[in-house]
């Protein structure tokens, strides 16, 4: 899978919106773009994921670039809930990887009241 | 909340001692998936099951053997275990195993060995 980079923390004030953003330069046009956040404590939750479209669910919303090249995860209302590691990831649909999650160090996200 | 359930939350175990970790989900998934996530690592895929069979086995040493009895299931068996195998291992659940299927995790199980 192709390899992601994200800045290594950020910081938001509740109830404001939040843009965590993703480099993928290096992406293959079948590659998915998986979020994924894990707060303290717990396993980790998916968030959302996408291919081509901007894409919103419950969560938060995925923009993507128009070359794929990037995407931004979007909070638009944080809440101190939403305080976690972020996981910016990529899953391509070909070869023989049966669903593998890769992991990277992600973005910590911190929320202040 | 989870539909992925696993148990035991915290184990202390010896180097010589048998223990099995137990996950299971009740999302009606067709895949399961064991991972590692040791401190300050990323998280590490372990294994795959597919309909109960599996379908990759990350270079897992043999001291680890998974079981998935049916596709609501996973174990994962542990013997002679050493202390560099102490971590946080995680299960998830995926309808199936294709790239753009989200996985389900739960919030793992704490392992120390002595």
């Known amino acids: 899978d192709a390899k992601t980079t994200q800045p290594n923390s950020m910081e938001s004030n509740e109830e404001e919106p939040v843009h965590l953003p993703c480099n993928h330069s290096?992406?293959?046009?079948?590659?998915?773009i998986h979020w994924y956040r894990q707060l303290p404590s717990q396993g980790p939750e998916y968030v959302i994921h996408?291919?081509?479209s901007n894409v919103n669910n419950r969560m938060a919303s995925l923009a993507i670039a128009e070359d794929r090249k990037s995407s931004t995860l979007i909070l638009h209302r944080a809440t101190l809930r939403d305080a976690a590691v972020y996981y910016c990831?990529?899953?391509?649909?070909?070869?023989?990887?049966?669903?593998?999650?890769?992991f990277g160090q992600g973005t910590i996200l911190t929320v202040h009241p | 909340e989870t539909g992925v359930t696993q148990t035991p939350r915290h184990l202390v175990m010896g180097m010589t001692n048998k223990k099995s970790l137990k996950c299971e989900q009740h999302?009606?998934?067709?895949?399961m998936y064991w991972y590692k996530q040791s401190a300050k690592k990323p998280l590490e895929l372990m294994f795959v099951?597919?309909?109960?069979?599996?379908?990759e086995n990350n270079s897992v040493p043999s001291r680890f053997s998974p079981e998935c009895p049916n596709s609501s299931h996973l174990f994962l068996h542990l013997h002679t275990l050493q202390p560099e195998d102490s971590a946080l291992y995680l299960c998830?659940?995926?309808?199936?195993?294709?790239?753009?299927?989200?996985?389900?995790f739960g919030d793992g199980t704490r392992l120390s060995i002595l």
């Open positions: 990831i990529l899953r391509g649909a070909g070869g023989t990887s049966y669903g593998k999650l890769t």
């Open positions: 290096t992406i293959s046009g079948t590659d998915y």
């Open positions: 998830a659940s995926s309808p199936w195993t294709g790239a753009n299927q989200p996985q389900h």
């Open positions: 996408g291919l081509t």
């Open positions: 999302l009606g998934h067709n895949a």
């Open positions: 099951y597919s309909l109960e069979e599996r379908v």
